[in-house]
């Protein structure tokens, strides 16, 4: 058995494309079907209830187009509303919190992880519980980062300004140097982290900054790769998979600005997916 229906993919904004990124690496028969809601991001920093209903909205619109199975690549919507999203769709949903909690608590060696992610994310602590119950003797410090996702929206990924955003962003996750020359650790002295997981699908296009920051000591990790291996499994356990000569399509959705969405994919994707028009929805709302 195949299905040749496309994949339905969805974020607040483009984060997600780093998602869908590796979906087209590991899956390259498949065809997809990405939807961001650029008019409405930031989700992070809005209450639960209004990241449920815009969540609801957008994946309406991808069920509409008849999607097998759907990645919310958006760590905000899977921490406030998966369960709601499952309850409502007849399709597989999966979510990016749990493959990048179980790579984080692989990865850890000295069993102490940091998170960085959105308010949002951070006050659900979805992270925290998803390490804990891969293995309950990781020790899990989560932080809030509010300013990243606006520069990554922006287009903004490189350069001194952002540089200096991030250090600040991940600095209460490690330690500094005082006067002294002393460590000063914001956590715990015995608390240093050896594994800092991106909880946002944003953060991976800053991923140069962020590593310069944290230092080689430091393995950074995200939930692209490890998400796009559970959708592998998903389809091949249901059968879901491509026909063996499939013809990819890739079809992008905005509800916000067209030419920024169509750089950033063109940034991400390269010269290979050029033929990628990005379509403008109306407003959800
Ligand atoms: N990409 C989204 C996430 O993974 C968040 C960005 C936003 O705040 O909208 O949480």
Known sequence: MADARPIGLFDSGVGGLTVLREVVRRLPRESTIYLGDNGRAPYGTRPDDEVRRFSVECLD?????????????????????????????????????????????????????????????????????????ENPFVEVYEHATPELVPLVEAGL??????????????????????????????????????????????????????????????AVIDSASATASVLAELLAVNELGAPADAQPVHLQYTTGDVARFRATAAALFGAEFATVEPVVVPEAA
């Open 157 to 218: 990924l490189h350069g001194a300004d952002v540089d200096e955003a991030v250090r600040r962003a991940v600095a209460p996750l490690l330690g500094s140097r005082a006067a002294d020359g002393e460590w000063v650790f914001p956590l715990p002295s015995d608390a240093r982290i050896d594994t800092l997981l991106l909880g946002c699908t944003h953060y991976p296009l800053l991923v140069d900054p962020i590593r310069a920051a944290v230092g080689e000591g430091v």
């Open 61 to 133: 619109e991808l069920s509409r187009r008849d999607v097998k199975a759907i990645v919310v690549a958006c760590n905000t919507t899977t921490s406030v509303a998966l369960p709601d999203l499952r309850r409502r769709y007849d399709v597989p949903i999966i979510g990016v919190v749990r493959p990048g909690a179980t790579a984080a608590a692989l990865a850890t060696r000295t069993r102490s992880v940091g998170v960085i992610a959105t308010p949002a994310t951070i006050r659900s602590h979805a992270y925290f519980q998803a390490i804990k119950d």
